[in-house]
């Protein structure tokens, strides 16, 4: 329904009551169709490196596969011979020489990217839903682990010594801590998963709980720094920050998406936090938590699906913090709901009719790629129409045909207008050609090391051409070999009987390579003819001779690749 231009309504009656969700005709870097999609095995879990140029996914059997998603093909594969439980997360260093990924099985492996080598193997008490590097190290030995039933921790990938977090305001307040509002029929507390994340530069933890809060821990001592509460108090299921760190997105149990502003700087996130501690000492306890948390975090936009009410799957920012995505997370549904920044819904995107499990947008590029439940990667794009000035500035398109008029120095080699106006550039300036300047978007580059952005392509051996060809012709023969032809058994030339089953397709080199055999050419058999009409001298040279060329004939000498001319 369309109620005014430029602006499109999906409406539902319920009771009566017409309620309309607006979506905004934008035409933004945003993705539009399936531009094409992905398959290998049952794939669970995805991820970009850095630039983008790797698209690394988990698979149901415990393996790893890296895709170049510049030309959609298997790059590298990651098999561990002691994992086949599906893969629950998989994330990139920064530097992109390392991979982490956690299973089903309780395990978190580090593999070197290049070599695809696993480098080490740490089994945890718990399962990991999910396990993040540290980012500010491009050869990271910490990761922040959230396991199914416990608190989230740092693990040490050197040693595999693990430090849990705090989840709750009352494990740090002076009195009692209150009752649990999860509890088993036991009476033993049942930790709901909890979601976790680095900051940008890894100096703090944000964890969000189950009683809707979300906690600023110094990961270092283990301290709760400060306290932001979440309105109505809801699970917290996801939480993620921006690719520039100045926006942090929760995703709650209310089904609403929550998109906080960072008002601490960056890098020196812990200093502030000292500063503002000891700036407010008219409170204590939990009261002061809360008064520092409100000076870090401040509520932006809230998204929500207010027809449907759908919860949402694996909620995140694009490359440039510009957008929102959100995948739907009703049974048999692929849908992708688009937001800008400013809380407009902008795109829905509907695809098979497969459950959506996981999401990920590229980092600089306007490409969304989401996961379905049968294991499959379909990649969205933005659907350009074609635009021929695009190629050639000059040109123009024209709605119908134009009588054109040329110059009178159209073709001269030198127009008069250029020699007019002259050139612009400086000749005598040097141009630097060394120096490479900082993309825009990668401008917090400050790694010592170099990034990964591709991975030499391995060649595969293919398989013979001829194989399938002369599977038939083969089992034919074999058939008229076994039937009782005369011919089908004969003497070798080492006095053997030699089987002729298996000699019109022969392998060598245990198969690699196929030869057929061919039929004698017309002077081999003029030459044969010549040989038996000449008068002998012997008996017995005139039968080994004629033995020679009927063992040639059947098999001794003419392939296809040793047959020559010389006869």
């Avoid at 993705?31 to 149901?60: Q, S």
């Avoid at 038939?472 to 003497?491: F, M, Q, R, T």
């Avoid at 002729?500 to 057929?516: F, L, N, Q, Y």
Wanted: aromatic share 6%; proline share 5%.
């Amino acid at each position: 329904m369309e109620l005014s231009s430029g602006t499109t309504y999906d409406h539902i009656i319920n009771n009566d009551t017409i309620m309309m969700m607006e979506i905004t005709d934008d035409q933004g870097d945003f993705p539009e169709v399936i531009e094409e999609y992905l398959e290998h095995g049952c794939m669970k879990c995805i991820a970009f490196n850095r630039r983008g140029t790797l698209l690394a996914a988990g698979c149901n059997d415990g393996s790893c596969v890296i895709w170049d998603f510049e030309t959609r093909g298997i790059a590298k594969e990651l098999r561990d011979g002691e994992c086949s439980s599906p893969i629950t997360s998989i994330c990139w260093s920064k530097c992109g020489h390392r991979i982490l990924v956690s299973a089903a099985d309780k395990s978190l492996s580090l593999w070197d990217v290049m070599s695809g080598k696993r480098i080490t193997r740490i089994v945890l008490q718990q399962t990991p839903l999910q396990a993040r590097l540290h980012p500010g190290s491009s050869m990271p030995s910490l990761c922040l682990a959230c396991p199914l039933s416990c608190a989230p921790m740092i693990v040490d990938l050197n040693t595999g010594s693990t430090t849990s977090l705090k989840v709750s305001v009352s494990e740090i307040s002076s009195g009692p801590a209150p009752a649990s509002r999860n509890k088993s029929s036991d009476g033993i507390t049942s930790f709901t998963p909890t979601a976790a994340c680095f900051s940008k530069y890894g100096n703090l933890v944000y964890v969000g709980n189950s009683k809707g809060e979300i906690l600023l821990i110094d990961y270092k001592d283990g301290e709760v720094r400060a306290m932001v509460p979440i309105s109505g108090g809801s699970v917290v299921k996801n939480i993620v920050f921006s690719r520039n760190g100045q926006y942090l997105l929760t995703n709650s149990n209310d089904r609403i998406i929550r998109i906080y502003e960072n008002l601490l700087p960056l890098k020196d996130e812990v200093r502030a936090l000292d500063e503002l501690n000891e700036n407010i000492n008219d409170l204590n306890g939990v009261e002061k938590l809360k008064a520092v948390g409100s000076k870090c975090l401040t509520l932006f936009r809230e998204f929500q699906d207010s027809i449907t009410k759908v919860h949402w799957k694996a909620p995140c920012f694009s490359g440039d913090g510009e957008w929102v995505v959100g995948g739907s997370a009703s049974k048999g549904e692929h849908k992708i709901y688009i937001w800008d920044r400013a809380g407009h819904l902008v795109k829905i995107l509907e695809g098979p009719k497969e459950a959506l499990i996981d999401l990920a947008w590229h980092p600089v590029r306007p490409i969304v790629v989401s996961v379905s439940l049968n294991g499959i990667v379909y990649i969205w794009a933005k659907d350009y129409t074609e635009n021929w000035s695009a190629f050639a500035p000059d040109f123009k398109e024209l709605e119908e045909n134009e009588e054109y008029v040329e110059r009178e120095d159209e073709f001269d080699l030198i127009p008069e207008t250029e020699k007019v106006k002259g050139s612009d550039v400086n000749e005598d300036e040097e141009v630097d050609i060394v120096t490479v300047e900082k993309d825009p978007a990668f401008s917090d580059s400050d790694m010592s090391e170099e990034e990964l952005c591709f991975l030499p392509a391995t060649p595969c051996r293919d398989v013979p051409e001829q194989q399938d060809k002369f599977l038939d012709s083969s089992s034919k023969l074999v058939d008229s070999n076994n039937s009782g032809s005369p011919l089908s058994e004969e003497a070798g030339p080492n006095g053997h009987m030699m089987n002729h089953a298996s000699s019109p397709v022969e392998d060598d080199a245990g198969g690699t390579r196929i030869k057929r055999k061919r039929k004698p050419s017309e002077k081999v058999l003029e030459l044969q003819a010549e040989k038996i009409k000449k008068p002998s001298k012997s008996s017995k040279l005139s039968k080994s001779k004629s033995k020679s060329l009927v063992d040639e004939e059947n098999g001794n000498g003419f392939y296809g690749d040793d047959l020559s001319d010389e006869y």
